[in-house]
């Protein structure tokens, strides 16, 4: 992997990964335009460089995450991060599986754009609009949800928890507040999971394209998470919908026009 490369996957990282969009399902198209062998050292990258997108979320929230008088909120998402952690480690196996299959990646961006394109219609009545409402259930709730993104890659932990948000009667906003809060803690389980893993591929030079992307991803995903949270308040989802629909397609297309898939 060279800078180029570990940039453009750095930016798709810190887009991507808090939009209900599937990180998984960009990783898809773009190693397969570039033509990236799937090394170790780079799927360890893929996931280390979520940390960027964590300190995003961490720098944005600053208040929220820093303020130690209010202990309910960090027991809440650990409540929420608790099933995601036992599935994620009883389900390895079937998810390297499932991350090596295309079709399956196109197939549940196609159906999870469809969900987005009629959410806005079936949860018309919010009634949470902050954090500070979200229950001890509701949050565990919502953590089962964010299983389904294990269980499915391609649905994308943001969509898959946003839903669950506001199935939970959450309001657009607070469900995709609460979304990347509970980031936080599912994404540094998951990096420092793999980090331990992949500790003997850290050389000089994999460091410094470490540090880069998740420089890269951190700036990113500032801007990303930003111009979300207001774009989701005007408009509403079906626009992911529709963007998730083509992405899926496009996946579909190439995959079987005989272009190699290097999958995760």
């Given amino acids: 992997m060279n800078y180029i490369q570990a940039l453009i996957l750095a930016i798709i990282e810190g887009i991507t990964e808090f939009l209900p969009v599937s990180s998984t399902g960009h990783m898809v198209l773009a190693s397969s335009f570039m033509g990236i062998g799937k090394d170790e050292f780079v799927k360890l990258f893929e996931v280390a460089i979520q940390l960027g997108a964590i300190l995003a979320v961490v720098v944005l929230y600053w208040k929220k995450f820093f303020d130690f008088s209010k202990w309910q909120f960090y027991v809440k998402l650990i409540i929420a991060v608790i099933p995601a952690l036992v599935f994620g480690k009883l389900l390895n196996d079937f998810i390297d599986e499932k991350l090596g299959n295309p079709i399956f990646i196109a197939v549940v961006l196609l159906f999870g754009g469809l969900v987005l ?66 980031a936080v803690p599912t994404m540094c389980a998951a990096t420092g999971y793999k980090l331990l893993k992949g500790y003997h591929l850290l050389n000089t030079e994999n460091v410094k394209l470490l540090l880069f992307g998740n420089l890269i991803a951190f700036i990113v995903a500032i801007i990303a998470i930003r111009s979300f949270i207001g774009f989701l308040s005007k408009h509403g989802f079906r626009i992911f919908g529709w963007y998730r629909i083509i992405v899926g397609v496009v996946i579909l297309a190439l995959y079987f026009s005989g272009v190699e898939m290097n999958v995760l």
């Avoid at 219609?121 to 993104?149: D, R, S, Y």
């Avoid at 294990?150 to 607070?174: C, D, E, N, W, Y």
């Fill in 117 to 182: 394109l009629v959410i806005d219609k079936l949860f018309k009545t919010p009634e949470i609009h902050h954090e500070a409402e979200v229950t001890n259930l509701t949050a565990f709730k919502i953590g089962c949800f964010q299983v389904l993104a294990i269980v499915f890659p391609g649905l994308s932990r943001s969509a898959a928890t946003i839903i669950g948000g506001m199935q939970q009667k959450l309001s657009r906003h607070a469900a995709a507040e609460f979304s990347f809060f509970l």
